[in-house]
């Protein structure tokens, strides 16, 4: 077997093997590792691309036991703090853009067209 072969059979092992862990990850341990992904299912799929590709890593976490000093903070100061960054780029982002289309040049000339000169057969006829 030729070394790209291996490299492509070594690849395709690693994304399979991925995929099931990724998916079983998703299934079974999400719920059991962060308290804040109970019944949020509508984020879970754009999770498996990243599980998929550091597969070993997520098993190795999902694994160890976990430790008290891991857990998440989900105090209202942190929450309130997301809501009000989240909402400042909902407003923030839009007016950059609205800026930019507002502030672009109208002026610039536009090219004359420029005509390409047939072959010297066709110009014959």
Do not use: N
């Not at 093997?17 to 799929?45: I, K, M, S, T, W």
């Not at 098993?59 to 008290?68: A, D, H, Q, T």
């Amino acid at each position: 077997m030729a070394a790209p072969a291996i490299i492509v059979a070594l690849g395709q092992a690693w994304l399979l093997a991925g995929l099931a862990a990724g998916v079983a990850f998703l299934l079974f341990g999400l719920d059991r590792r962060d308290a804040a992904a109970r019944g949020a299912y509508g984020f879970r799929p754009l999770l498996l691309p990243g599980l998929v590709l550091l597969w070993p890593l997520v098993l190795w976490r999902w694994l160890e036991p976990p430790s008290p000093s891991r857990q998440p903070s989900l105090r209202r100061s942190h929450k309130r703090a997301h809501a009000l960054l989240w909402l400042g780029l909902a407003c923030i982002l839009p007016a950059i853009l609205a800026t930019a289309l507002a502030l672009r040049r109208h002026d610039i000339p536009v090219p004359a067209s420029v005509r390409i000169d047939t072959g010297p057969s066709e110009r014959d006829e």
